[in-house]
Antibody
Framework: QVTLRESGPALVKPTQTLTLTCTFS??????????VTWIRQPPGKALEWLAL???????YYSTSLKTRLTISKDASKNQVVLTMTNMDPVDTATYYC??????????????WGQGALVTVSS | DIQMTQSPSSLSASVGDRVTITCQAS??????LNWYQQKAGKAPKLLIY???SLEAGVPSRFSGSGSGTDYIFTITSLQPEDIATYYC?????????FGGGTKVEIK
């Protein structure tokens, strides 16, 4: 059974760096074709893709946020970590990690975590 | 970045009605399009991939079609449990981009 769970601070101050961890089970990120992504959703707004890491450790980022984002994996811990620098109140959102479909494109997300609400406020 | 324009932003329909949502890409995305359902307070759920392929376990009342820049998502007979917001997402070109969402309500 595939599960993903996001963890990290619920509240960060403006200008701080956010570090979110996606801990997963039921699959290996070393398996060919497997990808894990981060997607966020501000309250009442649409989904926004942030970053993706694949089984080969290739990394891809949102155009508008790429200077602030870093995605990495720790295969031994079954974790994917996202860091976002220089947090601002507009970054207040629920942050989701998700895994790609089995046997398909890296870019369709079949399994999702429950989401982690991050509020940016002083 | 490819822009995804989804319409309408919201709709209200009766149980049993046919519901149609459209998604237009700013350039040809060659059917590299997914549709998701998101119920209130929950994570999105993948319903359709590659524009028209139904994800395993998804009811057959959901379908997708389209090509080039224009795509359609259809619920053939709206059920109360279909109340949700629906999103399209293109994966022809990175960065991945989502439509603005369509909130579906029961009349």
């Amino acid at each position: 059974q595939v599960t993903l769970r996001e963890s990290g601070p619920a509240l960060v101050k403006p200008t701080q760096t956010l570090t979110l961890t996606c801990t997963f089970s039921g699959f290996s990120l070393s398996t060919t074709g497997v990808c894990v992504t981060w997607i966020r959703q501000p309250p009442g707004k649409a989904l926004e893709w942030l970053a993706l890491i694949d089984w080969d450790e290739d990394k891809y980022y949102s155009t508008s946020l790429k200077t602030r984002l870093t995605i990495s994996k720790d295969a031994s811990k079954n974790q994917v970590v996202l860091t976002m620098t220089n947090m601002d109140p507009v970054d207040t959102a629920t942050y989701y990690c998700a895994r790609s479909r089995v046997g398909g494109s890296c870019y369709g997300f079949q399994h999702w975590g429950q989401g982690a609400l991050v509020t940016v406020s002083s | 970045d490819i822009q995804m324009t989804q319409s309408p932003s919201s709709l209200s329909a009766s149980v049993g009605d046919r519901v149609t949502i459209t998604c237009q890409a700013s350039q040809d995305i060659s059917t590299y399009l997914n549709w998701y359902q998101q119920k209130a307070g929950k994570a999105p759920k993948l319903l359709i991939y590659e524009a028209s392929s139904l994800e395993a376990g998804v009811p057959s009342r959901f379908s997708g079609s389209g090509s080039g820049t224009d795509y359609i998502f259809t619920i053939t007979s709206l059920q109360p449990e279909d109340i949700a917001t629906y999103y399209c997402q293109q994966y022809d070109t990175l960065p991945l981009t989502f439509g603005g969402g369509t909130k579906v309500e029961i009349k």
